[in-house]
């Protein structure tokens, strides 16, 4: 491997996959319950807190999920921007491979900026219009 090769980093998917998962994280927490009670499924929701007592402490500090979760999804991003004009390798078939992982990380990103909205408007706006 020349000092070209080991230059030239292919795009990783993780802070991608990262904003993924804390945004999913807004969607348990304040959507889920949500939906749950919204469908009369209120006996449902009681067991899963039994079982998965952190989605209690979710819901109260939401404040704090939906802040880490907007850095994380800000900061993937950035990162997205930023590598999308990074050279990728000359093979063809590794630029091939470099290509479709920028276009997954954008796609992981926007369905995380989704979940983010939706989890956003269950936790804050939804809540006041159910009540």
Do not use: Y
């Amino acid at each position: 491997m020349n000092s070209i090769e080991t230059e030239i980093k292919p795009p990783s998917v993780l802070p991608a996959t990262l904003a993924l998962f804390t945004s999913v994280s807004t969607l348990i927490c304040c959507a889920l319950p949500a939906l749950l009670v919204s469908m009369g499924m209120g006996a449902v929701m009681a067991g899963l807190i039994e079982t998965v007592p952190g989605i209690t402490w979710m819901g109260t500090n939401k404040a704090i999920v939906f802040t880490v979760a907007g850095l994380v999804l800000t900061v993937s991003g950035a990162w997205q921007w930023h590598a999308r004009n990074l050279p990728c390798p000359a093979d063809p078939a590794k630029a091939r491979a470099c290509t479709r992982l920028r276009r997954i990380g954008w796609v992981l990103w926007w369905i995380s900026v989704a979940a983010f909205a939706v989890g956003g408007f269950f936790a804050f706006f939804a809540a006041d219009l159910l009540l």
